[in-house]
């Protein structure tokens, strides 16, 4: 595990990776069936990617109740859970995603956003 | 799946039981079956281990396979620390008797936006209780999430239906948390886990530590309310529940030698007691720890079992030492009858002490005990806990059937010695006192029966003495120059043999005077005898000679007669 760096250092380290990997984001939704919460989810996950990452996304929604060992895998506790899984480093956002600046500092396009 | 379950608890509470030595008898046979209990206590008390060997002993002892999920440890790390108390986790997991989760909880890795649940520990519980149908389930420490997660209030709602759910899995939990300040756990756990509650305690007192356990609360169910001393030792957890032994137990009227013949004689003629505790109290080299070894020499004789607690002497030192007086216990210990558990009393705090015996003696199994000394245990503790624990530990014994010898060192001085020891000797049957008694510039031990309860015992002081070829318990010497012993004892035994072999002398010389006053005597008779009958044959001789003139005579007469030509017959003179 990587020890807490500074947030600005981080952002420069990611800001290269993402140049490095031509911006690509690959997002992977964690739902557990047809809940309300997952379906909000989904729905501002979409919303957002439409608006900032048009064209270089990809969202892969995982229902756990069909495939529950992925929760170990991943370690996922709380559901919906949104994993950046690229660019590195993977990226954690719990919760519906209903505030779309704190789902963009997670996602880590808060200067994007303010742009 | 629930209902199932229900129905089968109608009269007393399920329970499922733990295989933990001890924490069985304090719960009154387990944990609450399908469901949660609390574990609380803070770092480093062992909360982790205790749910390991309850999840170890589940799968191993009753068929119930577990899942642990670990929120704080890696399982590579469980796994390890665990290897020590002798679990076999990794062949546990690879027989599926076991399922192990590691759930990372890092909060600057999570973003939090908006509603979320903890469906994902639902699913990945659900997946693992599923996988291996378990029927136990550890959560280690799930308070973790307070620290990586921010909204208190989803938290506690989740966490309640977490614990409801697992009430509905029919799953027997446990749910370990830290120690908070003034609460049992940092976050309140106990409002949602409130069937049974256990508190462990890891407390160091004069820089001893001693771990302790204690039931707060089990609904619905009778339970040990006191703080029992617990180990965790090289075979897992082991809780003791000995004070509740109490003064039930069976007594044996059998009777077993002391090892020493005289000894024996002392104590009613035939020994102590199988299962009484006995006390040998004296000051320093008195021989407490040659008649402690003489007893488990005779205990291994009649091919019993010892267990021989040295808290002064190493076990080769104890071993030589004997040897030097002619008790040879090392074929005892080769042959596995003898054992010796050798620690310094401070090494562990009171309780630890005692823990450590019970397991040992539960262990090994020993008919007889030796306790080499208490004294220097009570070091370790105050009057009050020593004999707290005194009293456990034999009453533990007792129950046991075991007989247990106990010493212990005192100062020389006689009367404080009993009154100091009053604490310990209420509790002893049979309490032997080794004395030092000086006289005439120097020291010899002395041996006396205190007191021995249901046998007539000898009042009597005796000498103890300790030579190459063992003990020797002799009568002292009483007498008008009082109690006399060691040399002393020698020099008046020496006087008396003189005096008497003078009394011999004198009286064979008596005996002769008087054999010569009667051979003087015989002579004297026979002298006179002889001289009796030479008289006797003289006066026969006269007697003849007399009788032959008498005739002569008469002859004479009638010849006379005739040739005087007598007209009358001459009468015979005899009248015949």
Request: net charge positive; charged share 30%.
């Amino acid at each position: 595990m990587k020890p807490k760096t500074k947030r600005v250092a981080r952002k420069s380290y990611s800001k290269a990776a993402r140049q490095e990997q031509g911006g690509h984001y690959d997002l992977r939704l964690y739902v557990a069936g047809q809940s309300p919460k997952s379906l909000a989810a989904f729905a501002n996950l979409k919303e957002l990617c439409e608006v900032h990452l048009a064209g270089k996304y990809r969202i892969e929604v995982i229902d756990l109740v069909k495939k529950p060992q992925l929760a170990r895998d991943d370690q996922i506790i709380a559901i919906p859970t949104l994993v950046r899984r690229l660019p590195q480093p993977i990226r954690k956002i719990i919760g519906d995603l209903c505030d779309r600046r704190q789902t963009l500092i997670g996602l880590e396009l808060s200067e994007k956003a303010e742009n | 799946m629930v209902q199932k379950k229900s129905v089968t608890k109608n009269r007393s509470l399920p329970k499922s039981p733990t295989g933990i030595a001890g924490l069985d008898e304090i719960t009154d046979g387990g944990l609450p079956k399908g469901r949660p209990t609390l574990v609380c206590g803070s770092a480093g008390c062992g909360k982790s281990m205790l749910g390991v060997e309850f999840l170890v002993r589940g799968a191993t002892e009753y068929n119930e396979p577990g899942v642990l999920m670990t929120f704080e440890e890696l399982p590579e790390d469980v796994i390890t620390n665990s290897r020590s108390l002798g679990f076999d986790l990794d062949g546990l997991v690879a027989k599926k008797k076991l399922f192990v989760d590691y759930v990372r909880v890092e909060r600057n890795e999570i973003q939090e936006t908006g509603e979320y649940d903890l469906a994902g520990i639902f699913v990945r519980l659900n997946y693992a209780i599923e996988s291996i149908g378990a029927k136990r389930v550890v959560l280690d420490t799930i308070e973790t999430l307070f620290t990586g997660l921010t909204n208190a209030a989803i938290l506690r709602a989740e966490l309640r239906r977490l614990f409801s759910w697992l009430k509905e899995k029919g799953v027997t939990a446990i749910i370990t948390g830290e120690k908070g300040d003034g609460t049992l756990t940092r976050n309140g756990l106990e409002e949602y886990v409130s069937d049974c509650v256990i508190m462990l305690d890891h407390r160091v007192v004069d820089q001893v530590s001693t771990r302790r356990l204690r039931v707060v609360k089990y609904r619905g169910s009778t339970h040990g309310t006191n703080e029992y001393p617990f180990l965790i030792g090289e075979t897992g957890f082991s809780v003791l529940p000995i004070s509740s032994v109490g003064l039930g137990h069976d007594v044996s009227r059998e009777r077993i030698s002391s090892g020493i013949p005289r000894l024996d004689a002392m104590l009613g003629g035939k020994g102590f007691y199988r299962g009484s505790s006995v006390l040998i109290t004296g000051s320093a080299g008195t021989g407490k720890s040659s008649l402690a070894s003489y007893f488990v020499d005779a205990a291994s004789r009649r091919g019993e079992r010892s267990l021989y607690f040295a808290f002064e002497e190493s076990p080769q030192q104890i071993v030589r030492n004997m040897q030097s007086i002619g008790l040879d216990l090392e074929p005892w210990t080769d042959k596995g009858l003898l054992q010796f558990r050798a620690s310094r009393p401070t090494l562990y705090g009171l309780e630890t002490h005692l823990a450590v015996m019970h397991k040992q003696i539960e262990e090994f199994k020993p008919r007889a005990v030796v306790i080499d000394p208490i004294s220097n245990l009570i070091n370790t503790g105050s009057v009050t806990e020593v004999r707290s624990m005194l009293l456990r530990l034999v009453d533990f014994l007792k129950s046991r059937k075991i007989t247990a010898l106990f010493t212990s060192l005192s100062s020389r001085d006689t009367d404080s010695l009993e009154k100091t020891e009053i604490g310990i000797s209420s509790i002893m049957d049979t309490w032997l006192l080794l004395r030092d008694i000086e006289l005439g510039g120097e020291r010899n031990r002395g041996i006396n029966v205190l007191k021995s309860r249901g046998m007539a015992h000898s009042n009597q002081i005796r000498e103890f003495i300790i030579t190459a070829n063992g003990i020797d318990i002799r009568d002292v010497y009483v007498g008008p120059e009082g109690v006399l012993t060691g040399s002393m004892r020698l020099a008046q035994e020496a006087r008396e043999r003189a005096e008497k072999l003078e009394r011999q002398v004198e009286i064979g010389s008596k005996q002769r005077q008087l054999e010569r006053k009667r051979a003087a005597l015989e002579a004297q008779i026979a002298a006179l005898r002889a001289e009796f009958e030479a008289e006797e044959v003289e006066v026969g001789r006269v007697l003849a000679q007399e009788n032959q003139l008498v005739k002569q005579l008469e002859i004479d007469e009638v010849a006379m007669s005739r040739s005087r030509q007598a007209d009358k017959s001459v009468a015979p003179r005899n009248g015949n």
